[in-house]
């Protein structure tokens, strides 16, 4: 089993994070079907040259072993030949490390597909795939929560974001 853990700053105080996180990946998802990007190149922008499949994906909600904090569970199966990894990860807003700003930060697993195979194919290369993969869902998510929060904060109309607050 491979952890892979990432963060990405928004701009909004946590608790309006946490409360956006599902709307964010519905709005980046097709109904049950989330698009996966597969950086190439060096990401600097969506516009960047990747390789795009769909995951059938799921979203639940749960706290952490404190009780106190929101974690938003992700999961997600490739329905793809390309053998591809079933992802497990966390979704979670908080301070970053500094208590500067706030940050959207996913934690996940998966092993990789093809046994032995597999593994070796990711010592070398799939783990990086596989971190260019979720640091880019992260970055699309962190702008998603941003974008919806500032429509929130523009229109004044009641929104989930507000609700947080």
């Not at 049950?32 to 516009?47: A, N, W, Y």
């Not at 998603?144 to 607050?165: F, H, I, K, M």
């Amino acid at each position: 089993m491979q952890i892979l853990n990432a963060e990405e700053p928004v701009h909004c105080p946590p608790e309006a994070a946490s409360a956006l996180i599902e709307p964010a990946l519905r709005a980046l998802a097709r109904g049950p079907m989330l698009v996966i990007r597969v950086p190439l190149l060096r990401s600097t922008g969506e516009s960047d040259l990747a390789l795009v499949h769909e995951v059938r994906f799921r979203i639940s909600h749960m706290r952490d072993e404190s009780g106190l904090n929101d974690l938003v569970r992700i999961t997600w199966e490739p329905e793809s030949l390309i053998p591809m990894p079933d992802f497990t990860g966390t979704l979670t807003a908080d301070w970053n490390a500094d208590a500067t700003g706030f940050v959207l930060e996913l934690e996940g697993e998966y092993d990789p597909p093809g046994g032995i195979v597999g593994e070796v194919f990711d010592a070398f290369v799939g783990s990086r795939i596989a971190f260019a993969t979720m640091h880019d869902l992260l970055c699309r998510t962190a702008g998603a929560v941003d974008e919806l929060y500032q429509r929130a904060v523009t229109t004044g109309a009641p929104s989930s974001a507000e609700q947080a607050l």
